[in-house]
């Protein structure tokens, strides 16, 4: 009964969003306050229905219900439960489930707590969220149900077990909640398009959503990086596989539109491209589903289901990016025009800022269509990897970092160069100070690392200059963030260089008592050994370390991972983190009589891409942070409720 109490509650969310759709597209084109009002309390009930199925779902997973088809193509009887609760959206058809109740429950916050924008352009972005959400409905119900029965079924298959990992149960919902806030922002640019109020207040309005959208984007890509990084035993971090690709796209654009809806929110300038930029995004995140559920890429990150599916989700692209852009033409000219800058001011900085990034969008777009394009087309197989992608977008991405150093340090409208250059300086003299160093002490390295480490110099102590001559207890939180954001991409930048700078590796065929070299240490093969696991066999090495030849050995222990249900060997790496970098082991088959294959890698400073990346996520919040409690506090009060002022007497 729980999957018909499921299917039920799924049905009948369609129906609110049907009529959360046909009240707000009423209530604004016959200008109805009435229907108007009736468009929050559709919101919620979709929201809470929505919700109540995907608590079923959960549910039946965790009961290992063998007789609804999902759970048991995805799940197994013996899986430890937080596999069974994960397995969830581990799959295609759970992932769109909780897509499409994020996507309800964003839109039941945009109805209860949204106060800033005009009510008819409120009722004209809750018409539009319902309308996406409604499209999804569709899917879900008739091409992706998630709640089918089978019967004579006693055991499930299993869950990939590459996914079985507490990652699952982090990375899949934070990219989801950040590709519907992508959507969020796209409803608030369609509102708004409708009822001709592209101004500061609706930026004002979209801006939280965005932000909030890019911080979990940002999460989601940071903690997939290292989960990839652990789980797979390849020791890379980003492969420019095309779903990788896929997560990065939406993040790419969403950075653009940040930086684009500060402007308009702040100084009322670039209204046509924060509109454009809102559809790029939301386009972006409709063409990664796309390509995860599509059926057209061999992925570890993929689901590889029914081709038809895909067209689906292609068809729906089609309709909501093709309408958003015919409502775009019809209102272009109504779009007032913002206010102007010179060339060399911080509007101008932001402008060429956002053009970087979408060139760099457009390259990885391009990377990652044109061989599905070309086998489509009869052309054969290819690959576009590493190379392509570091050759185009590395360049680029090291120019856009220069200028986000320099960005902050230019007033708005009109600065002078002589001035820009002065405030420049320190991070310039930070940048020269690092060449030197790298000359000095970093031997041989590739143009591109060493690029890269300057730059991070150069950003790094730009970032912070905002800070300077500044009382810092008075400085808002939002410039903290910023600050924090900013120094975040230098950290990450200068990992990233010295992994490619400075990685040594050794594969070897090892047998027990033997000894093997990498980097700085020394390990040896104690012996390899087999026990069980909750549900696979391990093979695990155990193997001593020691640094230098003369420090105290310490113990690493790599593993295999033998899953019958389904069958597979995935591997797990050991890791050991020093100040300076981590050591990378990853344990291989039985290569020839008592030998097993062996990769090494000691990693210097390779921690710095995902500590930056953190950075630059908490640098988000605490922006988030600083512009809710500014709206709180300076009368512009967002909640349905009335505000109690502390500071009068009762």
């Not at 995907?54 to 799940?75: E, G, H, K, P, Q």
């Not at 710095?608 to 512009?627: E, K, V």
Request: charged share 10%; proline share 5%; net charge positive.
């Amino acid at each position: 009964m729980i999957a018909e109490a499921g299917m039920a509650a799924l049905w009948l969310a369609a129906t609110m969003a049907l009529l959360q759709l046909a009240l707000g597209a009423l209530a604004v084109g016959r200008n109805q306050p009435a229907l108007g009002r009736a468009v929050a309390p559709v919101a919620v009930a979709q929201a809470a229905l929505v919700s109540l199925a995907f608590a079923c779902l959960i549910a039946v997973f965790m009961r290992s219900d063998m007789s609804v088809l999902l759970v048991a193509a995805n799940s197994h009887s013996a899986k430890p439960m937080i596999y069974k609760i994960s397995g969830t959206w581990g799959n295609h058809e759970g992932s769109m489930l909780l897509w499409v109740t994020i996507l309800g429950l964003a839109g039941a916050t945009i109805a209860l707590f949204e106060r800033k924008l005009r009510e008819d352009t409120r009722l004209a972005t809750l018409a539009a969220q319902a309308a996406i959400a409604l499209g999804f409905y569709v899917f879900l119900l008739f091409a992706s149900n998630p709640f089918t029965r089978i019967t004579g079924v006693l055991e499930g298959a299993g869950l990939n077990p590459l996914l079985q990992d507490p990652g699952l149960a982090f990375h899949p919902p934070t990219l989801y909640a950040g590709y519907v806030g992508m959507s969020a922002a796209f409803s608030f640019a369609i509102g708004a398009l409708i009822t001709r109020d592209v101004g500061p207040e609706f930026a004002r309005a979209m801006r939280p959503w965005i932000l909030g959208a890019w911080i979990l984007l940002t999460i989601g890509i940071t903690a997939g990086s290292y989960w990839a990084y652990y789980t797979l035993g390849w020791g890379g971090w980003w492969f420019w596989d095309p779903v990788e690709n896929a997560s990065l796209m939406p993040w790419l654009a969403a950075t653009a539109l940040l930086h684009s809806v500060t402007v308009l929110a702040t100084r009322g300038g670039l209204r046509t491209w924060t509109i454009m930029l809102a559809v790029l995004a939301f386009s972006m995140s409709m063409v990664g589903t796309f390509l995860v559920r599509s059926g057209i890429l061999t992925s570890v990150h993929s689901f590889a289901v029914d081709p038809r599916r895909g067209l689906f989700i292609l068809i729906l692209l089609a309709i909501y990016i093709t309408g958003a852009l015919a409502l775009f033409a019809l209102r272009a000219r109504t779009i007032a025009e913002g206010t102007r800058f010179e060339l060399v001011s911080r509007e101008a900085a932001l402008v060429i800022n956002n053009l970087i990034l979408t060139v760099i969008l457009v390259v990885v777009l391009a990377g990652t269509l044109y061989p599905l394009i070309l086998e489509a087309m009869g052309g054969g197989k290819i690959s576009v990897g590493a190379p392509y992608f570091n050759s185009v977008a590395g360049p680029l991405a090291l120019a856009l970092l220069v200028l986000l150093g320099a960005g902050p340090l230019l007033r708005w409208r009109s600065d002078r160069p002589r001035a820009v250059i002065d405030r420049m300086a320190p991070a310039l003299f930070a940048g020269a100070a690092m060449l030197l160093l790298v000359a000095a002490f970093g031997g041989s390295i590739g143009v591109l690392p060493l690029l890269g480490l300057v730059v991070a110099a150069i950003v790094a102590a730009a970032s912070v200059a905002p800070l300077w001559k500044r009382d810092l207890k008075r400085a808002p939180l939002f410039t903290w963030g910023m600050v924090l954001a900013h120094l975040g991409c230098a950290v990450s930048i200068a990992g990233m260089a010295c992994d490619a700078a400075f990685t040594k590796e050794n594969m070897v065929s090892i047998a027990a008592n033997e000894t093997r070299d990498v980097g700085p240490f020394a390990v040896t093969l104690l012996g390899v050994r087999e026990r069980p696991g909750p549900n696979y066999q391990i093979l695990e090495a155990v193997l001593s370390v020691s640094k230098g030849g003369t420090g105290a050995p310490f113990e690493m222990t790599p593993q295999l991972h033998a899953f019958t249900q389904p069958q597979m060997t995935t591997n797990q790496a050991a890791i050991e983190t020093f100040w300076n970098g981590q050591l990378y082991l990853t344990l291989g088959e039985n290569s020839a009589g008592n030998k097993f294959l062996l990769r090494m890698w000691w990693k210097p400073f390779v921690m710095l891409i995902w500590l930056g990346g953190m950075m630059i996520a908490l640098g988000g919040m605490l922006s988030l942070l600083g512009r809710v409690k500014r709206d709180v506090w300076d009368n512009r009060w967002p909640w349905p409720w009335p505000r109690i002022d502390t500071d009068k007497p009762a």
